[in-house]
């Protein structure tokens, strides 16, 4: 029994660092990117937004990735953070998608039952999560630099999805047991 108790104290203390972590971890925004905080937000500070070369690191051109080696890490490209259209609505829709991807990865048995509903596709599925809970956002933006010049940006992977994989998004979200909330104890 006291083994059982001492083992229960230290889970217990273990617990209560990586609680104290994500406290933290929300609680600032080391970056200072819109990134950084659209992640700490979403995720409650247990997932973290870093910038670096995600090209490289996901052996493609990506604006960012998550690597299933490393799933509660999220990283953006730092290059291409900076191009003339990048905006922070852009950003913020692009940490969407990218912690959908979060999710998939931590949550592989229910991703798996989801994913029939986009056909096997998980940049599908993740342009929908942002599309069905990030209020307002498309796949295609017009960004305005002056009175007369513009970008039309495509962000995501050209499909928007039906109201029946919207759906089958909220019901996997909702399966997952994960409540977005600010950190408490």
């Not at 990865?105 to 229910?110: E, H, I, Q, S, V």
């Not at 956002?137 to 999805?161: A, K, R």
């Amino acid at each position: 029994m006291q083994v059982d108790t001492a083992e229960a104290r230290r889970t217990t203390d273990e617990l209560n660092e990586v609680l104290a972590a994500a406290r933290d971890q929300a609680a600032t925004n080391a970056s200072g990117t819109k990134y950084e905080s659209v992640i700490d937000s979403l995720s409650s500070g247990f997932v973290t937004a870093v910038i670096d070369d995600a090209d490289a690191l996901c052996e493609d051109d990506v604006l960012a990735c998550v690597m299933s080696n490393e799933p509660y890490v999220v990283h953006f490209d730092k290059k291409d953070s900076k191009l003339p259209y990048m905006t922070n609505w852009l950003r913020t829709g692009l940490a969407y998608h990218e912690f959908a991807h979060v999710l998939q990865l931590t949550n592989p048995a229910a991703t798996a039952t989801a994913l029939e509903a986009f056909d096997g596709d998980d940049e599908e599925m993740a342009d929908c999560y942002a599309l069905t809970f990030l209020d307002g956002w498309t796949l295609d933006h017009t960004i305005w630099t002056s009175d007369v010049e513009y970008w039309e940006v495509s962000i995501g992977y050209g499909y928007t999805c039906n109201k029946a994989q919207k759906q089958a998004v909220r019901d996997w979200y909702e399966a997952l047991g994960f409540t977005s909330a600010p950190i408490s104890q």
